[in-house]
């Protein structure tokens, strides 16, 4: 059964400071890996997708990188601002008219 | 033009009740699907329809009913809500089950039971 981790859980840099959010997954047989940006009271944002066939992804100041042998993907938001704040969800997709999503990381950039 | 949109955004309801949730899409995606967010804010998948088709329940309680009328819309009922209803419900929309499948989000429509 596919569980999905993210760590760390809570996040609080300043603003300007690249920082790096995690992914863990325990199922390899994945058909992709997809990062959500939510806002609070909002639905999900779509930020990047990656196929099982790719290593990374990039979309602006976000990069999103994936190991699917050890289970694991990194976003990567270089710069960040107040206006990241927000929080990233990573889901998987193995092929069964389902994405098993992760638990979450809440990212708080300060001004 | 919202893509995926869900109707009603808020639902306040005294347990026993029932009520229904709307969703529809316009993207021509082959695939919709339910989640329930709870407090914690993790989401769970319900439901998944392709093409019209229920091919996910993903043990959901039999009070919970999806209907999809066609493959633009999927709606849900719930009969007898309880306390434990209490949750936002997200709907949900991919083409194809293949690698490249964007999983588009509704706004949300959150269910308070009171």
């Known amino acids: 059964k596919q569980e999905v981790t993210q760590i760390p859980a809570a996040l609080s840099v300043p603003e300007g400071e690249n920082l790096v959010l995690n992914c863990s997954f325990t199922d390899s047989a994945i058909y992709n890996l997809q990062w959500f940006r939510q806002d609070p009271g909002k639905g999900l944002t779509s930020l990047l997708l990656i196929q099982s066939s790719q290593r990374e992804q990039t979309s602006g100041r976000l990069n999103a990188s994936l190991d699917k042998s050890s289970g694991r993907s990194t976003l990567y938001i270089a710069a960040s601002q107040p206006g990241d704040s927000a929080t990233y969800l990573c889901a998987v997709y193995s092929g069964t008219y389902k994405y098993i999503f992760g638990t979450g990381t809440r990212l708080k950039v300060l001004a | 033009d919202t893509a995926v949109s869900q109707t009603p955004k808020y639902l306040v309801t005294q347990m026993g009740n029932d009520k229904s949730i709307k969703c529809e899409q316009n993207l021509g995606h082959d695939t919709m699907y339910w989640y329930k967010q709870d407090s914690k804010k993790f989401l769970k998948i319900m439901f998944s329809y392709n093409n019209k088709e229920l091919i996910i329940n993903e043990t959901v309680p039999n009070r919970f009913s999806p209907k999809s009328p066609d493959k633009a819309h999927l709606n849900l009922h719930i009969n007898s809500l309880e306390l434990g209803d209490s949750a936002v419900y997200f709907c949900?929309?991919?083409?194809?089950?293949?690698?490249?499948?964007?999983?588009?989000f509704g706004a949300g429509s959150r269910l308070t039971v009171l």
């Open positions: 949900a929309s991919s083409r194809g089950t293949n690698g490249a499948n964007v999983l588009t």
